[in-house]
Each structure stands twice: as structure tokens, then as C-alpha cells.
């Protein structure tokens, strides 16, 4: 059985840091896309991040220069390092993943099939 668990998130002031943490198991594909969402009650959800099995990554532009997504390959952890975080970061977070075939991109949001069931931040001073 495929499972995700976030963890890391919590509150911060405007302009601190968090890591975000999703651990997998069950997890088995070798080509994949592993990406971080956002999500809060007033908008859609938003894909903030993602990074390919072949280590390719792709960010929102509101993030770029902010956050790093990355994997841990020998713990099955997948990472969001948040810096300068500002109040509009503010959301509930989830790990999201789907396999691909060698051509595939990770940017259809409808693809992603494997959630986990978040983990929230909070930006505020």
C-alpha cells in the first residue's frame, strides 16, 4: 500500500523558514513526479512545486528563488525548503505524486494520484 505522511509544518514569521518533510512507502516507480500543493479555504488548490525522478524541478513563480523542493533518495523523503516566507504562503500543504512513462511531464495537475493528508503552515507576525 502507497503512503505519504507529511510533516514540518507549523507557524513562522514573515521572513523565517520551514522544511517540510513527506516520507513514502510503498512507493515503487521508477520514473515518477513528486510534487508539493497548496491549498487554502478561499482559493484553489496550487501547485507550488515538483521534481522528477531525473531530478528535474519546476516552481511557481511566486515561490522561485524562496523554496527548493529536493528528495533524501535513502529515506523515500521528499523535502520543501521554505525561506522568506510571507503570509500569502499561509495553507494547508500536501505531497502529492503519479508515475510517468519516459516522456511524461509533471505538470497535469489532474495525473497526480498519490496524496498525502497535509500538513498546515501558518505565516503571521
Known amino acids: 500500500q502507497v503512503q505519504f505522511l507529511e510533516s514540518g509544518g507549523g507557524s513562522a514569521q514573515p521572513g523565517g523558514s520551514l522544511t517540510l518533510s513527506c516520507a513514502r512507502s510503498?512507493?515503487?516507480?521508477?520514473?515518477?513526479?513528486l510534487a508539493w500543493f497548496r491549498q487554502t479555504p478561499t482559493k484553489e488548490r496550487e501547485r507550488v512545486a515538483f521534481?522528477?525522478?531525473?531530478?528535474?524541478?519546476d516552481y511557481v513563480s511566486s515561490v522561485k528563488g524562496r523554496f527548493i523542493i529536493s528528495q533524501e533518495y535513502g529515506k523515500n523523503t521528499l523535502l520543501l525548503r521554505m525561506n522568506d516566507l510571507r503570509p500569502e504562503d499561509t495553507a494547508m500543504y500536501y505531497c502529492?505524486?503519479?508515475?510517468?512513462?519516459?516522456?511524461?511531464?509533471?505538470?497535469?495537475?489532474?495525473?497526480?494520484?498519490?496524496w498525502g493528508q497535509g500538513t498546515q503552515v501558518t505565516v503571521s507576525s
Open positions: 502529492a505524486a503519479h508515475s510517468r512513462d519516459r516522456f511524461g511531464t509533471c505538470d497535469d495537475d489532474q495525473k497526480y494520484n498519490i
Open positions: 510503498g512507493f515503487i516507480y521508477s520514473r515518477y513526479c
Open positions: 521534481v522528477t525522478d531525473a531530478g528535474v524541478t
